[in-house]
């Protein structure tokens, strides 16, 4: 069964404009929520992440989102830049397994 | 360097003839596990290793081995492989305990083709 939603699989985003990719989840036994950022070719790798005792977290131009009692966090990207092009992937952590969302394609259009 | 090594990168078989692709860490680490990624479907855990000798079942093993004799390694057997196992796999490793366990690193993948 999908645990993970996330929505959308693919977005285009003009340079500058900020980046939206949610996610949905079914189960509240998780307690870490990070977000994984793959280029072609390579491994995923760690972009950000929050436990559920927080509603946001900001990184740079990276901010998680977090909605518990919707079961629901994002990822925004502000202003947006053709480097940030990637596919983001959701996750959410049961023990010591991570259970992934589908995955956005992001483009950044210069 | 810190790294999680996958070997090969890019493989072609035949249904049926047995294969194995290595995975390597260099960071010490206790947990490592094998994933499987495929369009529209995310990563999807195969097998996981919480030390050397134990490993346990993820979401998808079926047609799938694995072993864990050394810290460092943990190679992932396909013993008859089928078409339906062409994907592209990775390898990931974290430590167990504290913070640190939260952040698993990624080999470069493995795509696997199977006629």
């Known amino acids: 069964q999908q645990q993970v939603k996330q929505s959308p699989q693919s977005l285009i985003v003009q340079k500058g404009g900020i980046s939206i990719i949610n996610c949905a989840y079914e189960?509240?036994?998780?307690?870490?929520f990070p977000w994984y950022q793959q280029f072609p070719g390579k491994g995923p790798a760690l972009l950000i992440a929050i436990r559920p005792d927080v509603s946001e977290k900001k990184e740079g131009r990276f901010t998680i989102s977090f909605n518990k009692s919707a079961k629901q966090f994002s990822l925004h990207i502000m202003d947006s830049q053709p480097g940030d092009s990637a596919t983001y992937f959701c996750a959410v952590k049961r023990s010591y397994q991570l259970i992934w969302g589908a995955g956005t394609k992001l483009i950044i259009k210069p | 360097e810190a790294q999680v090594t996958q070997n090969p990168r890019y493989l072609i078989t035949v249904t049926g003839k047995k294969l194995t692709v290595t995975c390597s860490q260099n960071?010490?680490?206790?947990?490592m596990s094998w994933y499987r990624q495929d369009p529209g479907l995310g990563l999807r855990q195969i097998y996981y290793?919480?030390?050397?000798?134990?490993?346990d079942k993820g979401d998808v093993p079926e047609g799938y081995k694995v072993s864990r004799k050394e810290k460092r390694n943990f190679p992932l057997i396909l013993e008859s492989p089928s078409p339906n196992q062409t994907s592209l796999y990775f390898c990931?490793?974290?430590?167990?305990?504290?913070?640190?366990?939260?952040?698993?690193?990624f080999g470069p993948g493995t795509r696997l083709l199977v006629l």
């Open positions: 960071m010490n680490h206790e947990y």
């Open positions: 990931a490793s974290s430590f167990i305990s504290g913070r640190a366990q939260e952040t698993q690193y």
């Open positions: 189960n509240t036994a998780f307690d870490y």
């Open positions: 290793s919480m030390n050397v000798e134990v490993t």
